[in-house]
């Protein structure tokens, strides 16, 4: 099996490395809630998978009908506190972790690390946010969702693959996310051999006229120009929803 990886859109990537299949925060439907896919997706490609992980449990990062459109009942790693969720709605196999936990999916090591986000739900639900760092033959740093923080020049030092989030799906960002400029500063502090944008160009609000969808595509152009200037020794590698890179 190749080393890819596969961005299906948003925060949802597909890394297949070392024999072993991942999935990040699922959101696999055409429309949620008030929001409307860019791109058209095929789940059925998406094959079996190993494991899940979920880095928060925001709406668009844990979505229960995302996550019943899988075929498989693949291991879900998710924040300590959030598994309630998912057992009282049938999913039964499920590991919680705490920044500085680690798990095992086959032959790679899968480690939570901080994100500086806030994740709450509906009705008082809250747990803290995750990236997850996957170790095999190369080592791939998926940040989740984050604001900027120090400590990322220290968390996954040797990254070969950063999943930097870049934006969103609307045309303004709340607190705790990367805009491009701040995720280039990200990708200075890790220092990946790769970059590559997600967390953009793939839900809109239904309600936004077409004059207004610019954040679809001017993100990650951003995103290369400030890296670029920031870090230059980082090759940054922008997929179109759906693409896949090699590794």
Do not use: C
């Amino acid at each position: 099996m190749t080393d890819r990886i596969r961005w299906v859109g948003h925060s949802t990537v597909l890394v297949e490395l070392d024999g072993v299949r991942l999935l990040t925060d699922p959101l696999l439907r055409e429309r949620v809630v008030m929001l409307r896919r860019t791109e058209p997706l095929d789940v059925n490609d998406l094959g079996d998978l190993d494991a899940v992980l979920v880095s928060h449990i925001h709406y668009d990062h844990l979505d229960i009908g995302s996550l019943r459109r899988l075929d498989e009942d693949p291991k879900i790693v998710l924040p300590r506190g959030a598994s309630p969720l998912l057992r009282r709605r049938g999913f039964d196999s499920l590991t919680e972790l705490e920044a500085g936990e680690e798990t095992t999916v086959g032959a790679l090591t899968v480690r939570a690390v901080h994100a500086e986000h806030d994740s709450a739900r509906l009705f008082g639900l809250k747990t803290n946010a995750l990236g997850y760092v996957i170790s095999g033959s190369k080592r791939v740093y998926f940040l989740g969702d984050t604001g900027l923080f120090p400590a990322m020049a220290e968390i996954a030092p040797g990254t070969d693959v950063a999943l930097v989030p870049i934006w969103g799906w609307g045309p303004s960002l709340g607190e705790g996310h990367l805009d491009p400029q701040s995720a280039a500063e990200a990708a200075r502090l890790i220092s990946p051999t790769l970059a590559v944008p997600i967390h953009w160009g793939t839900y809109y609000p239904v309600s936004l006229r077409r004059s207004e969808r610019e954040f679809l595509t001017a993100p990650p152009l951003e995103f290369a120009a400030a890296t670029a200037e920031l870090a230059p020794e980082v090759d940054v590698r922008v997929l179109p929803v759906g693409g896949s890179l090699e590794l």
